[in-house]
């Protein structure tokens, strides 16, 4: 780390270096982190708590939480599988199925929003079956649900993959061959291997599952207090100029982000060597 | 996807021309593939200083910084988007102090794309960084080379692949980006307008195929993006390799 002059810089250049790299950060990430408490805030903490409690926030609050409820769970089921599939087998395809699981972080999310209202809207491909059978999936519920488990579901793969490429195959075939089942040995071996990057994964997966705006915002509808979750929310709030209760709603959001980042630096901190190989 | 492209193909060439390639929906890919590659390369540049600082210097408050370059992770993009607008607003603590305008510009869509896309970046070139040791430099020093030298023609090939890689990242990412954006950026068409908001647009006024002609002709691009710096750096493997 600090080495001879020949392979470290001299101390002021260090410190300058330091300093550029501390104060872009300051100005780029920090400061608009204390703009959203102080906008939250600016009208003391009455207005900000009644902001919170109103009735289509908590509406909103619901209906962010329910979807990722369902939205975090599956994607740790497929991001589950798709590792495993992935790092312990080989077949055909193996490669297209890798670049596949990334799609969804080139794509904008607007056009994966689009993607499922081609599919699935009145005008769509499933349009006019689920409208003879009144199944309303695009501007309900069900469609914001799609989307937000398709956005995030390369964050838990994305984690499983390196760690489990790392891990090998050894600990699964020294289990099979004292005769363990498959099932037996994905939940006593391979998985206690890989909990904490999983955990790391569904941390990450959570922040996006609760905080995706562009893709929900196109299959939702936008109707208060039925298809608003809470990032739709604060848009709504903001364009009526209701600045202070969109920052109260949004310090929610970024206080999740903060207790985000917390986990994910103490998991880095404790347990560095079994999420090794992660990253982005 | 493939819906996409075929939604798109039975548009036919002469509507498609007309709305995939009109003069506004011409100036929103400009704006958004301009205000991506001018973000990417800032990014490219702090954010390879704050992985050079991150994994080479100790300092107090390592471990908070650190945890503080994943926010853009984190923080939902709309969150993201009200806080810059408020920020770099005429009255904003930054917007107050500029001389020029930013918010509601087409500067205030690049403000909004190096906040998403620097983590890209720095979370690329760190474990690269941190592999190369410093070995290699000691060889390079002991054999006359002067710190600036070796930082120059040994330290800065090793690590091209991955600061090629963030950018491409923090690239993509940013032509797709909508949330933080539509806030800050005014909307004007012709002159602040980004692509994806044109597709939310056509898709407002019920015009599918509109929508999708534009999400066609971006992905299209992106494509061609994403090929273009794959080459790139299988060009830069060989280069390594010999």
């Not at chain 2, 806030?183 to 929508?211: K, T």
Request: aromatic share 10%.
């Amino acid at each position: 780390m600090t080495g001879s002059a020949s392979t470290s810089e001299p101390r002021w250049l260090r410190f300058v270096l330091i300093t550029i790299a501390l104060a872009f950060l300051a100005v780029n990430l920090a400061l608009p982190l204390a703009a959203v408490f102080a906008g939250a805030l600016a009208k003391g903490l009455a207005v900000y708590r009644s902001a919170i409690v109103e009735p289509d926030a908590r509406a909103a609050m619901r209906l962010t939480l329910t979807v990722a409820a369902i939205a975090v769970p599956l994607n740790i089921v497929f991001g589950l599988t798709a590792s495993w599939a992935v790092t312990k087998f080989d077949f055909p395809g193996k490669s297209l199925l890798i670049s596949l699981i990334d799609l969804p972080l080139s794509v904008s999310p607007v056009v994966s929003g689009l993607i499922y209202v081609l599919l699935f809207g009145l005008q769509g491909w499933a349009g006019p079956w689920l409208r003879d059978h009144d199944i309303r999936i695009v501007f309900a519920v069900p469609g914001i649900v799609l989307a937000t488990t398709f956005v995030t579901f390369p964050f838990v793969a994305r984690e499983l993959i390196p760690l489990m490429l790392e891990q090998g195959r050894s600990d699964e075939e020294a289990a099979r061959s004292l005769g363990a089942s498959g099932w037996q040995t994905f939940v006593r071996v391979t998985l206690p291997n890989i909990r904490w990057g999983l955990l790391y994964g569904v941390l990450l997966c959570n922040a996006r599952a609760m905080g995706e705006f562009g893709a929900v915002s196109v299959v939702s509808g936008h109707i208060r207090g039925l298809t608003n979750t809470l990032p739709l929310h604060i848009e709504i709030l903001y364009n009526e100029y209701n600045y202070v209760a969109a920052f109260a709603v949004a310090s929610l959001l970024a206080g999740l982000a903060l207790v985000t980042l917390v986990a994910k630096s103490l998991l880095e901190w404790r347990f560095g060597d079994s999420i090794a190989g992660g990253g982005h | 996807m493939s819906a996409i492209f075929i939604k798109t193909a039975g548009l036919g060439p002469h509507a498609f021309v007309a709305v995939a390639l009109s003069k506004r929906a011409l100036s929103a890919y400009r704006l958004s593939f301009g205000a991506a590659a001018l973000a990417a390369a800032i990014n490219s540049v702090f954010g390879l200083l704050v992985a050079w600082v991150l994994v080479r210097y100790d300092f107090a408050g390592k471990r908070v910084v650190s945890a503080l370059v994943d926010l853009p992770f984190a923080l939902p993009t709309a969150v993201a988007g009200i806080a810059l607008t408020a920020l770099y607003a005429p009255t904003g603590w930054i917007g107050a102090w500029l001389p020029v305008k930013v918010a509601f510009e087409p500067l205030g869509v690049v403000v909004a794309l190096t906040f998403i896309g620097l983590p890209f970046v720095v979370r690329t070139i760190e474990p690269v960084l941190a592999d190369l040791g410093t070995d290699v430099e000691e060889a390079a020093a002991s054999l006359g080379a002067g710190r600036a030298q070796t930082v120059v023609r040994v330290v800065l090939p090793a690590i091209l692949p991955a600061l090629a890689t963030g950018f491409a990242l923090a690239f993509a990412r940013g032509v797709g980006e909508y949330g933080s954006v539509i806030f800050i950026a005014g909307n004007l068409p012709y002159r602040s307008e980004i692509a994806p908001l044109l597709i939310v647009q056509q898709l407002e006024q019920y015009n599918y195929r509109g929508a999708t002609a534009i999400a066609a002709t971006m992905l299209a691009a992106s494509f061609a993006v994403l090929l273009a710096i794959n080459l790139l750096q299988a060009w830069d493997r060989r280069k390594m390799a010999a």
